[in-house]
């Protein structure tokens, strides 16, 4: 018996033996109850589908590369990029930005002026009165210049005004008259001119009466029909200058 035989018999019964050589001397060393070793089982099958499924792509792969479109460039081109200069332009020298802000502030202005004038409108004819201060006298009743001007009764008194929306004392007096052909400046020192005077007690209703700084129509008796000063209106009223002097017109 060798020791090699002890190591075979070692072996059949199931125990791990280690042999080991050393200086010409056999050394034996058994475990006794370890099993022996086992390698884990191999699904071979599966991993020959893994196996199938790569290749499968692999071949789709190469069908789509052989079949898509294949772009040359020659081994000489230059790609060329084209610049573009681009300019910068402030607002305030951009004419079309600068004439948007222009008319935006045209708007403006004119909504607040139209603002304005509603309000003075509004104001007006919070004064406004359509009862006459004096009553008629018959003697102007007929009277082609009373008749036009007692039309405006009520109209408010607005400065620098010759309309029914509003009249100063010669913008009144510049309207009646221009409705029957006569025409005057819009100016109370110079109205005069274009008639002729009459004394006092010769006047007679439709004539212009005129004071300095005040002009207005002349009714009969003791009454005028005028536009008088602001936060008033166009009415028959007592005379109330001292001295005017009146003015034939036509």
């Not at 109209?155 to 221009?178: H, I, K, L, R, W």
Request: net charge negative; charged share 15%.
């Amino acid at each position: 018996m060798t020791p090699l035989t002890e190591f075979a018999q070692n072996a059949a019964v199931g125990r791990r033996t280690a042999v080991a050589a050393a200086g010409g001397a056999l050394l034996v060393s058994t475990f006794g109850g370890a099993m022996a070793a086992q390698a884990a089982p191999v699904e071979t099958g599966h991993a020959k589908m893994n196996s199938v499924d790569l290749n499968a792509l692999t071949t789709q792969a190469r069908e789509a590369l052989s079949n898509a479109p294949v772009v040359s460039v020659a081994p000489d081109a230059e790609l060329t990029v084209e610049k573009t200069a681009v300019s910068v332009v402030s607002a305030a020298e951009n004419e079309d930005y600068q004439a948007e802000l222009a008319a935006a502030e045209a708007e403006k202005a004119a909504e607040a002026a139209a603002a304005e004038a509603a309000e003075a409108a509004e104001a007006a004819a919070a004064t406004v009165s359509t009862a006459t201060s004096v009553d008629v006298p018959a003697s102007a009743i007929g009277n082609s210049v009373i008749s036009i001007a007692s039309r405006y009764v009520g109209v408010p008194y607005v400065s620098g005004g010759a309309s029914p929306s509003g009249m100063d004392c010669s913008g009144f007096t510049q309207y009646v008259y221009g409705q029957l052909g006569i025409d005057l400046p819009h100016s109370s020192s110079a109205q005069p001119g274009y008639g002729t005077q009459v004394p006092a007690s010769e006047a007679q209703p439709g004539d212009l009466m005129w004071t300095p700084g005040h002009v207005s129509i002349y009714a009969g008796g003791n009454t005028m029909i005028d536009a008088s000063k602001p936060g008033t209106v166009v009415d028959f009223r007592t005379i109330w200058q001292s001295n005017p002097t009146f003015i034939r017109m036509g």
